[in-house]
T-cell receptor, first 110, second 112 residues
Framework: GQQVMQIPQYQHVQEGEDFTTYCNSS?????IQWYKQRPGGHPVFLIQ?????EVKKQKRLTFQFGEAKKNSSLHITATQTTDVGTYFC??????????FGQGTRLTINP | GAGVSQSPSNKVTEKGKDVELRCDPI?????LYWYRQSLGQGLEFLIY????????KSGLPSDRFSAERTGGSVSTLTIQRTQQEDSAVYLC??????????FGPGTRLTVT
């Protein structure tokens, strides 16, 4: 079945440093979604990418969808303490269920 | 508008008892998912309902777990003969087809 792998599992950075998490699927995806879960909270949708090679930005966050639609990345520029949390990617393969990666937990040293 | 709601927010039960967890999805959302999340861990998929199709039960960890969705709306996750390893946060999410998922606040289950 479809698998979505996400790396790294954990990342600790100094405030102001950049952060990147990577997502890879075993199969071609129809779309990729990114979610953020703050400590003690529930996952909240950030963005969806649909097109091959698509790049979207939200302030300091840059999301990319690979040309083959099998990988994606989330890059945060100049991290702030408010960026702390776990970032999940999730992909749809056609009409099948959404499959989540294992998440990357980001901690930040102020 | 109202988001996804779950009840109870917290449940403490004795080992061996049955529990029922409820999820009220956003009105009109055809897809409903149940996940389990242990402390500091990722999202463990349990079951997926899509419209009138047969549910995808491939994530249910044992036959003690079951779920139903009545009238395409409210869903109940039932855990029979609870075990201590069932302790976790159970999250429900709903979506319109392949669009973004909206998560409920979760039910924290503690089995003593």
């Amino acid at each position: 079945g479809q698998q979505v792998m996400q790396i790294p599992q954990y990342q600790h950075v100094q405030e102001g440093e950049d952060f990147t998490t990577y997502c890879n699927s075993s199969t071609t995806l129809s779309n990729i979604q990114w979610y953020k879960q703050r400590p003690g909270g529930h996952p909240v949708f950030l963005i969806q990418l649909v097109k091959s090679g698509e790049v979207k930005k939200q302030k300091r966050l840059t999301f990319q969808f690979g040309e083959a639609k099998k990988n994606s990345s989330l890059h945060i520029t100049a991290t702030q303490t408010t960026d702390v949390g776990t970032y999940f990617c999730a992909g749809h393969q056609g009409a099948q269920k959404l499959v989540f990666g294992q998440g990357t937990r980001l901690t930040i040293n102020p | 508008g109202a988001g996804v709601s779950q009840s109870p927010s917290n449940k403490v039960t004795e080992k061996g008892k049955d529990v029922e967890l409820r999820c009220d999805p956003i009105s009109g959302h055809t897809a409903l998912y149940w996940y389990r999340q242990s402390l500091g861990q990722g999202l463990e998929f349990l079951i997926y309902f899509q419209g009138n199709s047969a549910p995808d039960k491939s994530g249910l960890p044992s036959d003690r777990f079951s779920a139903e969705r009545t009238g395409g709306s409210v869903s109940t996750l039932t855990i029979q003969r609870t075990q201590q390893e069932d302790s976790a946060v159970y999250l429900c999410a709903s979506s319109r087809d392949a669009y973004e998922q909206y998560f409920g606040p979760g039910t924290r289950l503690t089995v003593t």
